[in-house]
């Protein structure tokens, strides 16, 4: 089992950017394939970004595709979420996952919601026009 925590959201202007964390404790942190999904206000919870075991994979939403950056450190066992160019319509709560994908990880795996099996509680993240 993994636990996962989310710091770095908050207040930005448009245009501004953010790197939120996600704090992973329990089992090895390099067993675990992490995604980053949002949830706007009113709306279900989306994908936003995903990497593999090593970090040697990563996949990304249409939507943030060349503004936001996921990386990990498995060693601090760490994940972070870069976040440049932000807009409004990026205004959601941010939540990491994880999974150890024993079946393999794939882009279409990592990209569903349903195949992580822990979640962090979530950080705010406000975009202001």
């Known amino acids: 089992q993994v636990q996962l925590v989310e710091s770095g959201g908050g207040l930005v202007q448009t245009g501004g950017s953010l790197r939120l964390s996600c704090a992973a404790s329990?089992?090895?942190?390099?067993?675990?394939?992490l995604g980053w999904f949002r949830q706007p206000p009113g709306k279900e919870r989306e994908f936003i970004a995903s990497i593999s075991w090593g970090g040697g994979r990563t996949y990304y939403a249409d939507s943030v595709k060349g503004r936001f950056t996921v990386f990990r450190d498995n060693a601090k066992s760490m994940a972070y979420l870069q976040m440049s160019s932000l807009k409004p319509e990026d205004t959601a709560v941010y939540y990491c996952a994880a999974d150890r994908f024993l079946a393999g990880w794939t882009t279409e795996k990592s990209g569903t919601p349903h195949e992580y099996g822990y979640w962090g509680q979530g950080t705010q993240v406000t975009v202001s026009s």
């Open positions: 329990g089992r090895t942190f390099s067993g675990y394939g």
